[in-house]
């Protein structure tokens, strides 16, 4: 009997896309305060994290490190130069108008249309010549990621961009950025108190605490279909906080007896 020849292939492996954003061992002190602590980071392209941490854990000094605002003095550090910051307050320069603003610091000659283009992109076509002070908070945020944009980011850093805004004109401003970062793909860093937006947004949640990230929730349901994980993780993600919830009210701020 003839002997059959098998000749199997290896599967070739599968390669996780090289992080776009890399920090191992990153410290950060400002004197006697240590900050950032032995803290070990990584963001893959075109994934959207938020970041979550009580106040004064450390959030914005990580982001403005990857800003480069800050110098990334730690053992490694790899942070792409394409990046755009959008910070809470949008940060316009109030004798400039709009489109002037958008393009702040881009040459060309097509600076005039191409800053149309991304005022279109953000719903904001209609006031290219208005000046700063004239916007409403959710305008001048729109005008604020039409800056960050077009400078076609591969990491968008976004600190508490809507934090000021109504509950409205916020979840209007969540759906924008989700269509955005859909057709452009960015990776995306959002420091945000809001468990809610955190979870509405992004596909991984990170929580800062003393110093390093102690706990990473992934999300892996789609946007639309969320409702039945938003509880559980809720929970979660408000232990990790340090905060106990009894039926999704703070027990630990209000007291259990009343
Ligand atoms: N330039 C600085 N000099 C001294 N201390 C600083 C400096 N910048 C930040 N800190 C301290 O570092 C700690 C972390 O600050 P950071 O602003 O990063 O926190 P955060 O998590 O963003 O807080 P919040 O949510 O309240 O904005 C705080 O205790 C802050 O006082």
Known sequence: MSEVLRISFPEPPVREPE??????????HFGETRVLDDLDLSIAPGEFVALLGRSGSGKTTLLRTLAGLD??????????ASRATVFQDARLLPWKRVWQNVVLGV???????????????VGLEHRPDAWPLTLSGGE????????ALI??????????PFAALDALT????????LSLWRRHQPAVLLVTHDVEEAMALADR??????????AEERITAPRGQRASV???????????????????VYADLIGRDH
């Open 230 to 248: 938003v509880r559980p993780l809720r929970g979660r993600l408000l232990g990790h906080l340090g905060l106990q919830t009894d039926g999704g």
């Open 140 to 147: 001048a945020q729109r005008a604020s990621l039409a800056r």
């Open 151 to 160: 400078r076609k980011p591969e990491l968008l850093l976004l600190d508490e």
């Open 170 to 177: 916020r979840i209007r401003m969540h759906a924008l950025v």
């Open 107 to 121: 040459t060309g000659e097509d600076r005039r249309q191409r800053a149309e283009e991304a005022l279109r992109e």
């Open 205 to 214: 949640i990170l929580v800062l605490d003393a110093g390093r990230i102690a």
């Open 71 to 80: 110098e990334a003095n730690g053992a490694s550090a790899v942070i792409p």
């Open 19 to 28: 992080p776009i954003v890399r920090l191992k061992g990153f410290s950060r």
